[in-house]
């Protein structure tokens, strides 16, 4: 892409993602889960003086935007992570947190909903009609619910409700997997690891030392292929003494991408009351709580707090 549009887009997405983790804390200390969320930053991995110095000049870059970075020569990566086997150097960004058990915070951010009121119900999305008075109408479990708005927060399928609606939107995915590992003689990660130069990510959960893969371009619904986690799992292990697999099969996902990255979030531009609230790519769990806010704000006549033009439905 032209530097201008990276720069576009990069502005387009500050907004969302600085809001992205005083978003979580609020709600993660109402929901009472503060042991879940580790502010360690996450550290970029190079194994070669070629490649570092494509990581550190991606760093400089990305000094102008105030963050927190420490470059790492071998021993600094030592320091920080004594179970590693030695590498050329590397790249500690301090300023981001992670989750060490998203599944955890989904049921605790559920939980904070029905405490305040909230119905968890389930249905079908696709059976979402539109009554004659306007409203909307979706068949659950418990019998038929009608509202006078409705949200469409179906990821990568999405197009399930917007498709027959008649909305073109080019919502396409990136499939993805991970697998948890235990560690071979109580070694211990102490932060999120990029193996850059590989292509994949090793991270502290609670469940173990997660090896996440990167993308995998193939059908939605296709019957898993997991293969980056058998190729990437060697070199992991060489490079971190991990043990035993902890999960019968890799995870799988589909990460839901729009053409610029960008999710859409605000109202379906031909149908008054539905909203949509999808396509967050590679941040879903990191943009849940702020795209919420922002589509809160639309939903109830509130300033949105931020601006929300560049997500709107119908920039394409
Ligand atoms: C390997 C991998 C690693 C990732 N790591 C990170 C990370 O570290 N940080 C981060 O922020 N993001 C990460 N992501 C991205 C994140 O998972 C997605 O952005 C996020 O899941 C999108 O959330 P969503 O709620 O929009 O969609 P989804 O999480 O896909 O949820 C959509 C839901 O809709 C349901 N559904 C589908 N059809 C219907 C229907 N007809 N009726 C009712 N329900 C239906 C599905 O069952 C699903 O539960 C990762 C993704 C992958 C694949």
Known sequence: ????????????????????????????????????????????????????????????????????????????????????????????????????????????????????????????????????????????????????????????????????????????????????????????LNHPILDADVGYLLAPMRRGVRLTSGAEFARRDAPPTPVQIEVCEPTARQLFPLAERLDPEPWRGARPCLPDMLPIVGPAPRHRGLWFDFGHAHHGLTLGPVSGRLLADMMTGEKPFIDPTPYRADRF
Not at 15 to 23: A, D, K, M, T
């Open 1 to 188: 892409s032209a530097p201008e549009r990276v720069q576009r887009n990069i502005e387009a997405r500050r907004p969302l993602i600085e809001h992205s983790l005083s978003e979580h804390e609020a709600l993660i200390q109402q929901a009472g889960a503060g042991e879940l969320l580790r502010r360690t930053g996450w550290i970029k991995l190079h194994r070669s003086e070629r490649t570092l110095a494509a990581g550190l000049a991606d760093a400089e870059r990305l000094r102008a935007y105030d963050l927190h970075i420490d470059t790492l020569d071998s021993a600094g990566v030592a320091a920080l992570e004594p179970d590693l086997a030695p590498i050329m150097g590397g790249i500690h960004y301090r300023d981001t947190a992670a989750i060490i058990d998203p599944a955890a915070l989904s049921k605790a951010y559920a939980d904070l909903f029905v405490s305040r009121g909230g119905h968890l119900l389930s249905g079908d999305a696709r059976s979402l009609s539109q009554e004659p008075d306007g409203r909307w109408r979706v068949e659950t479990a418990n019998g038929p619910l009608v509202a006078g708005a409705a949200v469409v927060t179906l990821g990568p399928w999405s197009d399930a409700i917007y498709g027959p609606l008649g909305y073109r939107i080019p919502l396409g995915w990136k499939r993805g997997y991970h697998m948890h590992y235990a560690a071979k003689d109580g070694a211990k």
